[in-house]
Structure formats: structure tokens, C-alpha cells
């Protein structure tokens, strides 16, 4: 499990511009590779970061993948 007391990334509610989508994605990458969360967790880790908007989005995103893939 993760230790939020170690991350300090901001949440992310929505998309402001580009430079702020880069900066956020950017510092995740930087934690999970610092504490080497395993390939299958770092999708549920930068999932909990995203709150309000930006997580309806996603859901919104997996469910379509689901019917594609399903």
C-alpha cells in the first residue's frame, strides 16, 4: 500500500491547460518509479489522486474500454 505521507502530488479535479496535465503526470511518474509501485498498482494510485471531474472522466473512460474489450 501506499504512503500517502510520502506524496505530496497535488489532486487533480479537472483539466486546467496542457502544462498543468504534464506537471501533474510527470511528478506521478517521478513517485511511482522513486518507490517502485508494482505496474499493476500504479493505475489505482494516480486513480485515488483524481477527485471531482477528473474522476468521473476516467470512469467514464474505463467503462467504454470495458465494452470494446469485453
Do not use: C, P
Not at 511528478?27 to 471531474?53: C, N, P, R
Amino acid at each position: 500500500m501506499w504512503d500517502s505521507n510520502l506524496l505530496n502530488l497535488g489532486i487533480f479535479y479537472r483539466i486546467q491547460n496542457q502544462k498543468v496535465v504534464d506537471a501533474w503526470l510527470a511528478e506521478m511518474e517521478d513517485y511511482i518509479h522513486a518507490t517502485k509501485v508494482g505496474q499493476h498498482s500504479d493505475v489505482e494510485l494516480a486513480q485515488f489522486y483524481l477527485k471531482g471531474y477528473a474522476s468521473t472522466q476516467w470512469r467514464t473512460v474505463r467503462q467504454e474500454e470495458g465494452k470494446t474489450h469485453g
